[in-house]
């Protein structure tokens, strides 16, 4: 039975149930008139950035699709295709097609991202005033999961399109529509690169200025990088985020669909090569009865409502994966890896939630550790962060030896290796549901912004302050879950890699790679070496972006006293303006980083008459297995500091008398420092290896003509 069909259905069904949930959120109470005036501050913010930030993206966008079509057609990307027709021009004018296609698609994810977040988080701050704790959850949940649901319909009907655009022929068609996620990884790269700069640098200068120098609270409205502040929670955590997730649903199903070529060429049976997409449609069927699975109640945390909907979608997922296995005629072995890969986002889940949630001992030692100072605050949180990269990498590790195995168990040619391809559609089953908590940590965090700079406080502002707490681990998970779904793809996309370069050199069995060879070992050393200075430079551009915020409210303090006194109106659009400028001005060169670095090295081994094509993919295995483990660091390290800082504001950190620890003591001033140094880890710098990491496996799909 074919189930084609499915990809569209369930494409469609993602975008009604999406405009239902915006008529829901938007049709609730948006406040009082003080409140409406600062979230249409924050659109006003976040909407002026985004148009000068997709502005400069776009115009690199049309330069990289120009340049990659003719490298890519010039170097003989059409070898093994001329049989199908196609020229070397056809392929250079396909595969810069699909690249504009794919960075068109990730803009928009992005921008749908954040438009519904800022409508979505003056109903969440209106809903906790009136409402109460679970009429606040509903509202920052269905929110989120609008962009969920969008984002990844629109990753699913672009692949399928451009699939069929391009002739629908599962032995070929795979190998054209690779520039898609390859553009779709280039524009999320710098979304995410630009938002998480802005975001940070405004959010350090708010806390350091505000908190820290004024001693005035956060949010407070006589600070004028908070407006800052708000506009990027949103243009980083909701349009960086959405932009990333799209690419990385994009790329991993092309990846898979090339894995699928072989059992196709095996079997003769073509559904092997859209398995992807069709599991991936159960997986939106799934989500949707998640989500309206999450009612929050008033005497009990956010999070466990959240838990029930995501582990109502994990049943479900596992049901619909078993559907899709079944009636493609594959073997129970492949629906064994899918629910490896499944179970695996469940572990991640709870890993990141125990490290970066202050329920559990690594943030309660970070905030124990903080009563004597900064220094054993930054000491314990730096240690929790390294702790993670321990159990991130035995959970994808086992992942894919399991997923592996059960693969070859089927007997088919191609099959252990499409069993982690299994692996990770099933665990990206639950993207929307995923996506949708990580909006819900933005929202909460603009309605208690919200609320605190129009005044409101007692009972509501303790309902807020609780959200933002849940809404910190919800952006903390789901960076845990693209963690994993970016370590399961690397191996899925790396033999995709391996599978291209065999077919464009006419043979038969993939290249073995050797790391004894000395290209090779040169190429990973390379590759770890680009982790740390990528690193580095994006911290360094959030310092430095940080620092002209925290001058420039400096100034405004110095200048008008009136501020602090709360008789004059901080100027917030010109903290605005500089931040946007700077952090865009910043994003460039960290952006380009990745996408010269193996273009450079392949050409330079090619030239010198080294094995190019297996240095690069060196460069991809071992960069790779780096980014996985520096971002597992830089996320929990930096959620679990947040969080550190949470668990004093909300009131649950007590003193050795009982009495809870109060803001504005050495042991709160001690976490905020911890919490300001961990924003460009969590914020920046490690959600920006994981579009690395997948950008180095899209951008080695697609120009692996030039190393051959």
């Known amino acids: 039975?074919?189930?084609?069909?499915?990809?569209?259905?369930?494409?469609?069904?993602?975008?009604?149930?999406?405009?239902?949930?915006?008529?829901?959120?938007?049709?609730?109470?948006?406040?009082?008139?003080?409140?409406?005036?600062?979230?249409?501050?924050?659109?006003?913010?976040?909407?002026?950035?985004?148009?000068?930030?997709?502005?400069?993206?776009?115009?690199?966008?049309?330069?990289?699709?120009?340049?990659?079509?003719?490298?890519?057609?010039?170097?003989?990307?059409?070898?093994?295709?001329e049989a199908y027709g196609i020229t070397g021009f056809g392929i250079a004018w396909r595969t810069a097609l699909a690249f504009m296609a794919g960075a068109l698609c990730s803009g928009i994810s992005g921008i749908i991202g954040m438009y519904i977040s800022v409508k979505s988080n003056l109903r969440c701050a209106a809903a906790a005033a009136k409402g109460g704790l679970s009429e606040a959850v509903t509202v920052a949940i269905r929110g989120g999961a609008v962009s969920g649901f969008l984002i990844v319909a629109l990753s699913l009907l672009g692949v399928a399109g451009i699939y069929y655009m391009y002739g629908g022929n599962p032995e070929v068609t795979p190998h054209l529509i690779i520039g898609f996620g390859f553009g779709a990884s280039f524009v999320a790269l710098f979304a995410q690169l630009g938002g998480g700069i802005y975001t940070k640098a405004a959010d350090m200068g708010a806390d350091l200025v505000g908190k820290v120098e004024a001693g005035i609270p956060e949010d407070d409205p006589r600070n004028a990088a908070v407006i800052a502040d708000l506009v990027g929670d949103n243009v980083g955590d909701c349009a960086g985020r959405g932009a990333d997730l799209f690419e990385s649903t994009a790329a991993e199903n092309i990846g898979a669909m090339i894995l699928g070529i072989t059992l196709y060429l095996a079997t003769g049976n073509a559904a092997w090569v859209l398995f992807p997409l069709v599991v991936r449609a159960f997986g939106i069927l799934a989500s949707i009865i998640g989500i309206m699975f999450v009612r929050g109640k008033d005497n009990e945390s956010p999070m466990n409502a959240l838990n029930r909907g995501y582990f109502t979608a994990v049943g479900l997922s596992i049901i619909g994966i078993f559907i899709a296995n079944q009636t493609i005629g594959g073997d129970l072995w492949l629906f064994g890896a899918g629910v490896i890969g499944i179970l695996t986002s469940v572990a991640m889940v709870f890993i990141t939630q125990y490290y970066t949630e202050f329920r559990y001992n690594p943030v309660k030692e970070i905030a124990n550790a903080s009563r004597t100072g900064p220094a054993t605050n930054i000491v314990s949180g730096t240690a929790v962060g390294l702790e993670t990269a321990m159990p991130t990498a035995i959970t994808i590790g086992a992942a894919l030896l399991l997923s592996y195995w059960m693969g070859g168990q089927t007997g088919i040619a191609g099959g252990a290796v499409f069993g982690t391809a299994a692996a990770t559609m099933g665990m990206l089953m639950t993207c929307p549901f995923i996506l949708a908590m990580d909006t819900f940590g933005p929202i909460t965090d603009n309605a208690n912004g919200v609320i605190e700079m129009a005044g409101v406080g007692g009972k509501v502002r303790k309902i807020t302050d609780h959200l933002d707490a849940v809404g910190n681990t919800t952006k903390a998970l789901t960076?845990?879950?693209?963690?994993?779904?970016?370590?399961?793809?690397?191996?899925?996309?790396?033999?995709?890699?391996?599978?291209?370069?065999?077919?464009?050199?006419?043979?038969?069995?993939?290249?073995?790679?050797?790391?004894?060879?000395?290209?090779?070992?040169?190429?990973?050393?390379?590759?770890?070496?680009?982790?740390?200075?990528?690193?580095?430079?994006?911290?360094?551009?959030?310092?430095?972006?940080?620092?002209?915020?925290?001058?420039?409210?400096?100034?405004?303090?110095?200048?008008?006293?009136?501020?602090?006194?709360?008789?004059?109106?901080?100027?917030?659009?010109?903290?605005?303006?500089?931040?946007?400028?700077?952090?865009?001005?910043?994003?460039?060169?960290?952006?380009?980083?990745?996408?010269?670095?193996?273009?450079?090295?392949?050409?330079?081994?090619?030239?010198?008459?080294?094995?190019?094509?297996?240095?690069?993919?060196?460069?991809?295995?071992?960069?790779?297995?780096?980014?996985?483990?520096?971002?597992?660091?830089?996320?929990?390290?930096?959620?679990?500091?947040?969080?550190?800082?949470?668990?004093?504001?909300?009131?649950?950190?007590?003193?050795?008398?009982?009495?809870?620890?109060?803001?504005?003591?050495?042991?709160?001033?001690?976490?905020?420092?911890?919490?300001?140094?961990?924003?460009?880890?969590?914020?920046?710098?490690?959600?920006?290896?994981?579009?690395?990491?997948?950008?180095?496996?899209?951008?080695?799909?697609?120009?692996?003509?030039?190393?051959?």
């Not at 003080?34 to 502005?55: S, T, W």
């Not at 925290?550 to 100027?571: H, N, W, Y």
């Open 479 to 708: 960076k845990g879950y693209a963690l994993a779904s970016a370590g399961l793809a690397a191996f899925l996309l790396f033999e995709a890699y391996l599978e291209r370069v065999a077919f464009l050199r006419g043979e038969t069995e993939m290249m073995a790679v050797d790391l004894s060879r000395i290209e090779v070992f040169v190429g990973g050393l390379l590759a770890v070496a680009l982790v740390f200075f990528f690193s580095a430079v994006a911290i360094k551009a959030v310092g430095k972006t940080a620092s002209k915020i925290i001058e420039e409210v400096r100034r405004q303090f110095k200048a008008d006293p009136g501020i602090l006194a709360g008789t004059s109106r901080p100027d917030y659009a010109r903290a605005v303006d500089i931040t946007a400028a700077a952090g865009l001005r910043e994003m460039i060169f960290p952006g380009l980083l990745p996408v010269l670095s193996p273009i450079i090295l392949g050409i330079f081994l090619r030239v010198t008459g080294y094995d190019s094509a297996m240095a690069i993919a060196g460069f991809l295995m071992v960069g790779t297995i780096g980014g996985i483990m520096m971002a597992a660091y830089l996320n929990n390290a930096g959620g679990a500091w947040d969080n550190a800082k949470k668990y004093i504001e909300t009131g649950e950190m007590l003193e050795k008398d009982g009495s809870p620890v109060m803001k504005h003591t050495v042991t709160h001033a001690a976490t905020v420092v911890g919490d300001t140094v961990g924003d460009p880890f969590k914020d920046t710098a490690g959600p920006s290896i994981h579009v690395l990491i997948k950008l180095l496996s899209t951008i080695t799909l697609v120009l692996a003509p030039l190393f051959i």
């Open 1 to 81: 039975m074919d189930l084609s069909w499915l990809v569209w259905t369930a494409g469609l069904i993602a975008v009604l149930f999406a405009l239902y949930l915006i008529r829901d959120v938007m049709r609730r109470d948006s406040g009082t008139p003080a409140m409406q005036d600062i979230a249409g501050r924050i659109l006003e913010g976040a909407v002026a950035f985004l148009r000068r930030q997709y502005r400069t993206i776009a115009i690199l966008a049309i330069v990289a699709a120009v340049a990659v079509g003719a490298v890519v057609g010039l170097l003989g990307g059409e070898r093994g295709l």
